[in-house]
């Protein structure tokens, strides 16, 4: 017996298809575009248990005749692409001819499939043919992806829980809708109906339901034609731009497409109007002649190169430039005023993530307190710790926020919660809502008690003292932003919980003035706290002005 054998054809197909299908909203993926090459006006997606149990893609598009239907089953067999140089061209979705081959590997696969009133049903069970009859089906094909990864138990054994693998499709589905807006999606979950959106909505509307009312009221619109480049769309404001950058949809001839060079364009176009950890929210349509295009083959990267870069560049600047200026009011650009005399911080250095053995400032038994304005609290140096002669300035917002995110990184699960008389409601869009029911628990556990009242709506029963109830809506959004950058990522509880803690406790921050009781309450407070120095995002909660320092200051 030699000892090299070749691999079965199935084997080969199998290794094939786990490099590019990694997980239901993979699968998802190449049968919508599928659809959408095939000119679909209508295309229903339905899964159950996050698509592991099944996953049914229906489109009305231009269907396929018997022999394109066993064709497509094949690897490599695709109607897409005549030349090797076509790779390079996007003018469709998919290119490689390999998706439904590879899919068909590691599942339950059933093609219906029709040009006129009879068609084609073909079934396949771990990339082997197990039957095919006519079968009647209006124009369009229906392809049923059941037990995925039945066959490959590694691949399924890390897939994640059905709720985020439903939030992971919840998502792309959005994608796709406002990357192809004259189409019908409709998503289905566990047989509820999650998402519909009919194609008579404009751009506008469809942003509003999709990204959301807040970008909706702060956006204007784009829409800018010269030398084959369009580019056309909605710019949010920078007054909303978020801490990531998951408001960013970017499409490339309606292709979802990252490229570093294009973000950066967007970003800088910008430029003054956003300070630096903000990035900004926007739905862009760019049109390019093929030719300009290089598709990184990748199979699974959506990252595409530009020829003529700089050009390219240049000409997207110059169209955010001159939308802002033609519907923008002028924005103020914010600039942060240093004092002349420095304030020399707290010796701890500063950082991003607070440490939890930091020694402590407090040496004496009790704060001398010389006198407060509004949030700033005057304190007698050495009643704090015998290495601060002089003045410690204290800004009791940053300890409030100190102290509140310590309360919330807790584990108990019994928080402060502040019960509402009159229980009030708060709409969200279909991506927070979904976001919202997957980590009901760990955004309860904040102090919220939370009920799901209807498919978007939810009531707010009870809420963590220290908020107000302008401030939920807001917090809500921002908080199911947070969650959907968690999707996917291993190891995260502990981070997940310090992100919503403190995107939560910065709300801590909203308080303007205090009364020197609640003074003296958050300083006794702040002794046990983890980090009294810092705020948990590291900036010092006091300063301290020594003897030396206020003497220089009057120059005597
Ligand atoms: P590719 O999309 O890269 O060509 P696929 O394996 O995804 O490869 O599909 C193979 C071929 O099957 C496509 O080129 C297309 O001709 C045909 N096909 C797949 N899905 C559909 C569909 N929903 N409607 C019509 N034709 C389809
Ligand atoms: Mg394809």
Do not use: W
């Not at 899919?103 to 006129?116: E, H």
């Not at 981070?495 to 309450?521: H, I, M, P, Y």
């Amino acid at each position: 017996m030699p000892s090299i054998q070749l691999l079965s054809e199935e084997t080969i197909n199998q290794i094939a298809a786990g490099e590019v299908i990694e997980n239901p909203a993979c699968v998802i993926k190449e049968l919508v575009e599928n659809s959408l090459d095939a000119g679909a006006t209508k295309i229903t997606v339905e899964i159950s248990e996050g698509g592991l149990k099944l996953i049914r893609v229906i489109d009305n598009g231009s269907g396929m005749e018997a022999e394109d239907a066993r064709l497509s089953l094949q690897r490599h067999a695709t109607s897409k692409m005549r030349h090797f140089k076509d790779l390079f061209k996007l003018t469709t979705m998919g290119f490689r001819g390999e998706a439904l081959a590879a899919i068909g590997a590691v599942s339950k696969l059933t093609l219906t499939t029709s040009v006129t009133k009879v068609g084609i049903k073909i079934e396949m069970e771990g990339g082997t043919l197990k039957s095919e009859r006519a079968a009647g089906r209006a124009r369009g094909t229906t392809v049923e992806v059941s037990q995925l990864f039945y066959n490959v138990p590694a691949r399924k054994k890390f897939q994640k829980s059905a709720a985020a693998l439903s939030a992971e499709i919840f998502r792309l589905v959005t994608q796709l809708a406002l990357g192809s807006p004259s189409v019908h999606f409709e998503l289905i979950t566990n047989g509820r109906k999650s998402l519909s959106i009919p194609p008579s909505l404009s751009l506008h509307q469809c942003a509003e339901m999709l990204i959301g009312a807040e970008f909706a009221t702060h956006c204007f619109s784009i829409d800018f034609k010269e030398g084959g480049l369009e580019l056309a769309g909605l710019l949010g404001s920078p007054q909303i731009a978020r801490p990531n950058r998951l408001g960013q949809y970017l499409f490339l001839n309606g292709r979802a497409i990252y490229c570093a060079t294009l973000n950066f364009a967007i970003r800088d176009a910008y430029g003054t109007r956003l300070d630096d950890k903000r990035h900004p929210v926007y739905l862009l349509h760019l049109q390019l002649p093929t030719d300009l295009v290089d598709v990184n083959v990748h199979p699974q990267k959506r990252e595409v190169r530009l020829r003529d870069e700089r050009l390219i560049k240049q000409r997207v600047q110059e169209a955010i430039a001159s939308a802002f200026n033609a519907s923008a009011p002028p924005a103020k650009s914010v600039s942060f005023e240093r004092p002349d005399f420095s304030f020399s911080a707290l010796p701890f250095s500063l950082r991003e993530e607070p440490s939890f053995s930091m020694e402590l400032p407090f040496q004496q038994d009790e704060t001398r307190i010389l006198g407060l304005f509004v949030s700033y609290l005057l304190v007698e140096g050495a009643s704090v710790s015998s290495q601060y002669d002089g003045l410690l300035l204290v800004d009791l917002r940053l300890v409030r926020f100190r102290l509140i995110y310590d309360q919330l990184m807790q584990s108990s699960s019994n928080k402060e919660k502040q019960g509402l008389l009159l229980p009030f409601t708060i709409d969200c869009t279909p991506v927070e809502a979904a976001m919202m029911l997957t980590h009901l628990d760990a955004i309860e556990s904040l102090g919220f008690i939370i009920r799901p009242a209807g498919k978007e709506l939810f009531l707010i029963e009870a809420l963590p003292p220290f908020l107000q109830m302008e401030d939920v809506k807001p917090l809500l959004g921002e908080l199911s932003q947070l969650l959907q950058e968690f999707i996917g990522k291993s190891d995260i509880e502990e981070r997940r919980r310090s992100a919503l803690a403190l995107a939560t406790a910065r709300f801590a921050k909203n308080r303007q003035s205090f009364n020197v009781e609640e003074a003296r309450e958050l300083m006794r407070a702040l002794r046990t706290s983890s980090d009294p120095a810092h705020s948990p995002q590291g900036h010092p909660t006091m300063v301290h002005l020594s003897r030396d320092e206020l003497q220089k200051l009057f120059s005597n």
